[in-house]
Nanobody, 129 residues
Framework: QEQMVESGGGLVQPGGSLRLSCTASGLTFDDYSMAWFRQAPGKEREGVACISWTGGSKYYADSVKGRFTISRDNDKNTLYLQMDNLKPEDSAMYYC??????????????????????WGQGTQVTVSS
């Protein structure tokens, strides 16, 4: 059974850092493009960053460029999101998601949630002093 489990969320002060992880099981990890999405209370879910199945290509939402870094380790079936210089507006539930490679690759993957087959349960990030 396919499963993705996020970890690493928590409470951090503005300007601080967190590293999120997402470990997948039951699927061939490198057959999937991966992404992080987030959803704050009362807001729509939005794409944060996505990474190709090899890890060689990445896209970021404008709001996180220069502060967040997405990466993956296909040997460990794990996706990461390094978040630096966190701001209160980054507070949200963060979800990892997997899109099969036949869905294609491009910036559209940050917007088109319908292309993702599998989702994690989410990990909460709160940025507050």
């Amino acid at each position: 059974q396919e499963q993705m489990v996020e970890s690493g969320g928590g409470l951090v002060q503005p300007g601080g850092s967190l590293r999120l992880s997402c470990t997948a099981s039951g699927l061939t990890f490198d057959d999937y493009s991966m992404a992080w999405f987030r959803q704050a209370p009362g807001k729509e879910r939005e794409g944060v960053a996505c990474i190709s199945w090899t890890g060689g290509s990445k896209y970021y939402a404008d709001s996180v460029k220069g502060r967040f870094t997405i990466s993956r380790d296909n040997d460990k079936n794990t996706l990461y999101l390094q978040m630096d210089n966190l701001k209160p507006e980054d507070s949200a539930m963060y979800y990892c998601a997997a899109a099969p490679v036949h869905m294609g690759w491009g910036l559209f993957l940050l917007d088109d949630m319908g292309r993702y087959n599998y989702w994690g349960q989410g990990t909460q990030v709160t940025v507050s002093s």
